[in-house]
């Protein structure tokens, strides 16, 4: 993945990406992943130049990434549940609307590189966007600080919203 454009580069974004990072206590070698992570396909669809490439398709493996760490952490945790009930607490873990929570108690919403239609629509409060956000996000952490330090992203983010799921009754 070759990204030299002016988003990716610009000093501005570098800086916000990097005060963001310090804020979560995370270390980054590579900056670029993260602001790559934070582009909405609105600006690669109006301004190509500037941004070549958005997070739709990093999600992917953030997404089975958080998959993993989730069904292993359940698997150890709830040795008494059957399948079927750690797939649901699963599900209910990864939700796009429990990960749009995540992500803007992050406040993943103020990082978004977004074109002024999707800014102007409320894009930044939008939950499918957030929600890929953050798991474009564990995509860039994943590939720039390996297996362990997006687990533990995940488990204290993430995993930590199991108790009030539950207590919640928020799964099938």
Not at 18 to 25: D, N, R, T, Y
Not at 27 to 40: N, Q, R, W
Not at 145 to 153: A, D, L, Q
Not at 154 to 161: K, N, P, S, V
């Amino acid at each position: 993945m070759v990204i030299t454009q002016k988003a990716i580069d610009s000093e501005l974004w570098q800086n916000k990406i990097v005060e963001l990072l310090q804020k979560l206590s995370l270390e980054h070698k590579d900056i670029k992943k993260y602001i790559l992570a934070f582009i909405h396909r609105s600006i690669v669809n109006e301004r190509n130049d500037f941004a070549p490439e958005h997070n739709e398709r990093l999600e992917f493996l953030g997404d089975a990434v958080l998959e993993l760490v989730i069904t292993h952490k359940l698997f150890e945790d709830y040795s008494e549940k059957q399948e079927w009930e750690l797939t649901d607490m699963r599900s209910a873990l990864v939700r796009g609307r429990n990960l749009s929570q995540i992500a803007k108690k992050l406040s993943f919403q103020e990082y978004l590189f977004l074109w002024k239609g999707e800014e102007k629509s409320g894009g930044r409060e939008n939950d499918y966007i957030l929600a890929n956000t953050l798991e474009a996000f564990i995509w860039a952490l994943y590939l720039d600080n390996g297996f362990e330090v997006s687990r533990n992203f995940i488990l204290e983010h993430i995993y930590c919203t199991l108790p009030h799921i539950l207590e919640n009754r928020l799964f099938k």
